[in-house]
């Protein structure tokens, strides 16, 4: 799930529904600068001082501009693709049947279907131009922590009898993926790889397929998806399709150049506010101006709403103070939901801000 931002009138500062306020330089973007691209292969390795070389790259990256591209990362793509064939059938049903299973249905969750230029939250001329499909985790599906006791939270479309098992299949295989990260990621923090351990058996791992039809109206009108950040600790996006595009810290609108069979991953906020802003995360967007239309299928990946979101050791000192309150992760993501869901009604103009 996503924070969304508010753009001012004749003002190119956003602030986000996370508190932090972001300015860019043009609206225009650039390919002078990249992402860094990260073959993760060394993380299946047996040595320690392989995976600790890679960890140091995801520091690298996760403190410079909190996105990068992993090559070589052991999944077999043709689950992803067998996700976008099921994301464009399920796109093309009728408006009546996807509102069916409409998001608005779970006022305290993202689980369901989000209409097409339904959302305005960033103030532009035009509303977003996506629509989109998220569900949750469910601990039944778990790879490595099964547990069919405990209630799934989903709302799931009955027409496309397909869909569900391949939606799972693909989320199933991200789990196992994001576990084998969080280790990578508690070495690049310099604390034992299984550090996270004990927060990521019952994990926030929800999807989300999204379309984004090409877009015709200039950039300075509307967006595919506003300029936002994420939520949870960090997502897992397929990376074959032009349209993302970050905000450096020079002020300037980077796209992300596809990478065929890569990811790109990127540092959510709750990972920010416990590693006291040593990860950074980075604004992000997406403009669909390739000309056809875009689906892509963001993986976000939390750690158990029952975990203390406190402050890494490494990251905090007598000069570096911690900054943000302590809470849960469940209390953070309730918190940023709700927020979430307020925003888009201002954007539509069903409640006033």
Not at 71 to 94: C, R, W, Y
Not at 106 to 112: L, N
Not at 129 to 150: H, K, R, V
Not at 233 to 241: H, L, N, R, S
Request: glycine content about 6%; some cysteine.
């Amino acid at each position: 799930m996503s924070s969304t931002a508010t753009q001012e009138e004749d003002s190119r500062t956003i602030t986000l529904t996370n508190g932090k306020t972001f300015t860019f330089d043009s609206n225009a973007s650039t390919t002078d600068e990249a992402i860094p691209v990260i073959d993760v292969s060394r993380m299946y390795s047996d040595k320690l001082e392989d995976r600790k070389a890679v960890a140091e790259e995801i520091r690298e990256a996760a403190h410079g501009i909190g996105f990068l591209s992993i090559i070589n990362h052991g999944v077999d793509m043709k689950l992803a693709q067998d996700v976008m064939d099921e994301a464009k059938s399920f796109f093309a049903l009728p408006t009546e049947r996807k509102m069916e299973v409409c998001t608005d249905l779970m006022p305290d969750e993202y689980c369901g279907y989000h209409p097409m230029q339904h959302y305005n939250p960033n103030g532009w001329k035009k509303r977003d131009l996506y629509e989109a499909f998220n569900w949750n985790y469910n601990a039944a599906n778990d790879p490595d922590f099964p547990d069919e006791s405990i209630s799934e939270i989903n709302l799931w479309p009955t027409e496309l009898p397909g869909f569900k098992k391949i939606l799972c299949t693909y989320q199933t295989e991200m789990i196992r993926l994001a576990r084998k990260l969080t280790r990578m990621f508690a070495l690049a923090l310099h604390i034992p790889e299984d550090s996270f351990e004990d927060m990521v058996q019952r994990p926030e791992a929800g999807c989300r397929i999204l379309h984004y039809p090409q877009q015709e109206t200039s950039r300075d009108e509307q967006n595919g998806i506003g300029a936002h950040t994420d939520v949870e600790y960090f997502t897992i996006i397929t990376a074959d399709a032009e349209g993302l595009e970050v905000l450096s810290k020079s002020g300037r609108w980077i796209k992300v150049k596809p990478i065929p069979g890569s990811f790109i991953v990127n540092i959510a906020d709750c990972f920010m506010r416990q590693t006291n802003d040593f990860f950074v995360s980075t604004v992000h967007r997406v403009i669909n101006e390739s000309g056809r239309e875009r689906y892509s299928v963001p993986f976000f990946w939390g750690f158990d709403r029952r975990s203390v979101i406190n402050p890494i050791p490494t990251c905090v000192s007598e000069d570096n103070p911690n900054k943000y309150e302590i809470m849960t992760a469940g209390e953070y993501y309730l918190w940023r939901t709700r927020r979430q869901k307020i925003m888009w009604k201002i954007g539509e103009g069903q409640v006033q801000p």
